[in-house]
């Protein structure tokens, strides 16, 4: 194939599994406003935005000057559980990013992460120079299952479409990617239903040619 081809990357729960830290992270600052969240109340929030996770949890309090705050005081503690920890990618990431990088294929994060956090997460992984644009947060003003995300990481590619790849682990995400008529493959680790073109547990049970038979349009079981 001569046509420039990309890749649009989720992040959390699809490059790395981050739910502990941002768990450990929501559950410190918000005990400073003084609210205790459950971790069932964490599970049900992860991978949104947050300026619609904390109105739930603080209520009519949640003007945009106290959301500002407990995001920022959040997204701190995350960052400073990175560095500190360090992070690992799940498996198959740093393959397939690296393959694809060698092979030609154009990469981006297409997240609802803040870009610090994104960017301080690329550190730790060493990935930085593999991947040519970041959508995060700050970027879009609609999340997933929008396509908002997917439609800007194409544009800043400079990539159609219907030349990309989005890899998912979440259904907001996969929808997105299909209302943005992009190809998907969803990585359930937890047997979650994804309605990707491809599923697998784990990027490192994929098929060898998979992103390229996707982008030929063929349907890989």
């Known amino acids: 194939m001569n046509e420039t081809r990309a890749v649009l990357w989720d992040m959390d729960g699809t490059l790395i599994d981050s739910e502990e830290f941002h768990w450990i992270s929501w559950r410190d600052a918000m005990a400073v406003e003084g609210i205790a969240i459950t971790r069932a109340q964490f599970l049900s929030s992860f ?4 300026d619609s996770i904390i109105p739930q949890w603080f209520g009519d309090a949640a003007t945009p000057e106290c959301i500002e705050r407990i995001s920022g005081a959040k997204e701190v503690l995350y960052r400073q ?5 360090g992070i690992s990618a799940l498996p198959g990431v740093s393959g397939w990013v690296r393959r694809l990088h060698e ?4 990469q981006a994060i297409a997240s609802a992460a803040p870009r610090p956090n994104i960017e301080v997460v690329l550190e730790a992984l060493g990935a930085a120079h593999r991947f040519q644009a970041i959508v995060s947060a700050e970027d879009v ?3 997933k299952p929008d396509p908002e995300v997917y439609l800007a990481a194409s544009l800043r590619l400079g990539v159609a479409a219907d030349r990309c790849v ?3 682990d979440a259904p907001a995400g996969v929808e997105g990617a299909h209302r943005a008529g992009m190809r998907s493959i969803g990585v359930s680790r937890n047997g979650r239903i994804l309605a990707a073109d491809v599923v697998v547990r784990s990027l490192d049970l994929l098929d060898a ?3 390229d038979r996707l982008l030929e349009g063929i349907r890989i079981l």
């Open 47 to 50: 991978g949104r935005r947050n």
């Open 81 to 85: 559980l990175i560095r500190e920890k």
């Open 103 to 106: 092979q030609g294929w154009l």
């Open 141 to 143: 003003s609609t999340g």
């Open 166 to 168: 989005v890899v998912e």
């Open 209 to 211: 040619n998979a992103f």
